[in-house]
Structures are given as structure tokens and as C-alpha cells.
């Protein structure tokens, strides 16, 4: 590839390469202070011109790398550091097999992590976010690595999407600094990539136990609210949530029984930001 950068992110390393300046530019501002791979890069992204002419003309960028999607729709040269995200998403969700995967966003208190994983919309990117700047180490958005030997939560601190009104809500938390291009009309609108403090970097080789799984809710007019989540509906969320619990058989499967087994968990419903960190103080406070 012309253009290439190479970083660690807890315990993966990523080689991403491009045939356009702009994307390579835009990681390496959004990931600054990242530590360079220690040895052989886990998974390389490639970010190439669906055809040689797409290069100059309208150029359109495809997505590829150790583990591609063949049907995947290229993209716009303005969302290249978008590719560049989705990309090693990808080599996870279809790579990674040293751990058990989950959607899911997890911060750490005193050792111990709260785990928070729920459909899109949910907010557990803003509050995990929010959190991160309030007194957690943030450890993760988009995958929680869950080790299948001892049961602990691996840091995988990349940047946060974060879309539509959970930017302007943490663009008042945080110095414009840490922040990444604003991205828009995107398939999921507005979005701009926050890159986390200088703890979840310094400390992205400490793993945590969980010991709260959180299933948040965000929507206008509900009331607070908690409500206890039984055994059989966590297992069956979890599995919804990880992206390589099939690939990984009898492994992940213990992986998975042991946490849902060993970690209490609960679902909250709210209708703003405030009422749900209120919920999360509350709930930590009980079972942590």
C-alpha cells in the first residue's frame, strides 16, 4: 500500500494501508499517543480502489484486508477513516479466535468492570463515553474480549462512534482535541470518533473481572427504571451479541456459561442521560 500506519490496541495489533493519503492522515490524528505493535500485527486493513479508475475519478473505496466481505458496498473518499474503522471491525468479527467476542462496551472501577452491551440506540457508546471521562477507565466500544481461560475482561480501547446527538453531548465533556473528522450522511448518519483518554491508553494491557452486565435502554418518555434479567435471557442476548461465539464451539460456550452464571445482571430503562448515570451509581454500588 502507498500509505500505512500500524498500531496497538490492547492485545491486538493492526496494519491498515491505503491507496489515498487522506484515511492514513485521519487514523494517525485520531489514534495519536497509540503505541506502535511490539511484534507481528495481528490483522492488516487495506482500503483500495474498487477499480483502477475509482482511484482519480469519484473515488471509491473498498474495504479489505486478511478477511473481506465480498458484497460489501464501497465507500466515499470523505468517510475513508470510516472504512478504516469498519475495516479492522471486520478482521475481528471474523478473525479473532484467542477471544470470546462481544458487542458490547465495558468500563473499569477498582478492578472491576461493568459490562454493557444492547441493540443500536441503546446509548452504551455515549454512556460508557461519558463514564470514561467521569472517574472509569474506559476499555471498550465496540468488542468486549472476554478471556476464555480465567474469565476477565481484555481492554480493546479504539475509538468511539459516536452518531448524531451523542456527539454534541460529549463535544461539551471534552476537548476538541481527542476528536476525529465530523463525518456526515453516513448509512448511520452523523458521526464523529472520540479517541479515549490517556489512562484507557496507558492501561489497555489491564484486564478487569466483570462483575455487573448492563442491558441499557434509551428512549424518549420511558421512565427510570431497573428491571432483573434472568439467567436464560442473558445467555440467549449474549450469543446475539458476540460475533464469533459459533466459530469458537465447546470454548466459547464455557466462556460464555461461566459469565452469565458468575456475573449479576440487569436491564435499565431511560430517557436521559443523567437518569441513567443516577441508575449506574446505584447499581454499582450494590454489586460491586
Known amino acids: 500500500m502507498r500509505h500505512s500506519h500500524a498500531l496497538q490496541v490492547g492485545p491486538v495489533a493492526f496494519r491498515l494501508g491505503s491507496e489515498w493519503r487522506q484515511p492514513i492522515e485521519a487514523l494517525k490524528q485520531l489514534y495519536a499517543g497509540y503505541p506502535a505493535p511490539d511484534g507481528p500485527c495481528d490483522f492488516t486493513v487495506r482500503l483500495e480502489a474498487e477499480t483502477p479508475w475509482r482511484r482519480w475519478l469519484r473515488p471509491a473505496v473498498a474495504i479489505r484486508g486478511d478477511y473481506t466481505l465480498p458484497d460489501a458496498v464501497p465507500m466515499a473518499l470523505a468517510h475513508g477513516l470510516l472504512a478504516a474503522e469498519m475495516g479492522m471491525n471486520l478482521q475481528m468479527a471474523l478473525g479473532q479466535k484467542r477471544y470470546l467476542l462481544l458487542h458490547a462496551s465495558s468500563v473499569e472501577r477498582d ?145 460464555l456459561c461461566r459469565l452469565v452464571t458468575g456475573t449479576p445482571a440487569r436491564a435499565i430503562d431511560y430517557s436521559s442521560t443523567e437518569a441513567a448515570l443516577t441508575l449506574i451509581d446505584g447499581l454499582w454500588g450494590e454489586f460491586a
Not at 459516536?162 to 471534552?174: D, F, G, S, T, Y
Not at 482535541?177 to 496507558?202: M, S, Y
Open 111 to 255: 478492578g472491576k468492570a461493568l459490562l454493557m452491551t444492547g441493540a443500536s440506540g441503546s446509548g452504551k457508546s455515549t454512556l460508557s463515553a461519558i463514564l470514561g471521562e467521569q472517574g472509569w477507565r474506559f476499555m471498550g466500544d465496540e468488542f468486549a474480549l472476554l478471556d476464555m481461560d480465567d474469565g476477565r475482561l481484555h481492554p480493546f480501547p479504539r475509538a468511539v462512534s459516536l452518531k448524531n446527538q451523542a456527539v454534541l453531548v460529549l463535544e461539551e465533556i471534552v476537548g476538541g482535541d481527542r476528536f476525529g473528522p465530523v463525518l456526515r450522511n453516513t448509512p448511520k448518519g452523523t458521526i464523529r470518533h472520540l479517541r479515549p483518554n490517556e489512562e484507557a491508553v496507558a492501561r489497555m494491557r489491564e484486564p478487569a473481572r466483570p462483575v455487573l452486565i448492563l442491558f441499557p435502554q434509551y428512549g424518549r418518555g420511558l421512565q427510570a427504571a431497573v428491571r432483573p434479567v434472568g439467567q436464560a435471557e442473558i445467555f440467549v442476548r449474549l450469543t446475539q451479541a458476540s460475533t464469533n461465539y459459533v466459530a469458537l464451539g465447546e470454548p466459547g460456550y464455557g466462556a
